[in-house]
């Protein structure tokens, strides 16, 4: 089992990338048109500073942001993951590409469907979190997120801190 806490492990687990937001927003060709499973990562061992309004897209009128105390309780200590999402799953067309890419217009205030993982955008810099990815071939991406949430539990006890169901 994982342990969800240096980039060194998460290689030797199939992922790949490890590019920053920042670098992402301008330029998504560097990302598998494949479906498969991402991580958000957030590098630095400082405590969070949290926005309270973040970047996030209103899809459909809702307010993506939710009050300090709220991300606080949601934070996980000692673990470099923030987020786990998936693309493709059965019976989609989307790819990690197309889905990133929505993800990322979302968070830089995007009206587009990218609900899960908006906590995210009320991290401070989070321009700078670094986004990786594993392409799956031979598995429904849903049932591998699932596995790598409930991974990520059984160690800290909850999900990932944007993680908002299992």
């Not at 199939?14 to 991580?39: E, H, P, Q, R, T």
């Not at 400082?46 to 939710?66: A, D, Q, T």
């Not at 591998?144 to 409930?150: F, G, K, M, T, Y």
Request: with cysteine.
């Amino acid at each position: 089992m994982m342990k969800f806490k240096t980039i060194e492990e998460l290689k030797e687990n199939g992922f790949i990338g490890f590019k920053s937001m920042k670098a992402l927003f301008n330029d998504y060709s560097m990302i598998s048109l494949s479906k498969g499973v991402y991580m958000i990562l957030r590098i630095d061992r400082n405590e969070p500073n949290f926005l309270e309004v973040g970047s996030g897209g209103h899809f459909k009128g809702r307010n993506p942001n939710v009050p300090i105390n709220k991300l606080n309780d949601e934070w996980v200590n000692d673990t470099i993951v923030v987020y786990i999402g998936k693309a493709g799953k059965d019976g989609s067309r989307a790819t990690l590409q197309s889905r990133l890419k929505q993800y990322f217009i979302f968070g830089q205030g995007g009206n587009v469907g990218h609900w899960g993982g908006r906590y995210i955008w009320q991290l401070n810099k989070s321009d700078d979190l670094l986004v990786c990815w594993k392409p799956v071939q031979n598995d429904d991406p849903a049932i591998v997120e699932s596995d790598l949430i409930r991974d990520f539990k059984l160690r800290y006890g909850k999900r990932p801190f944007a993680n908002l169901k299992d």
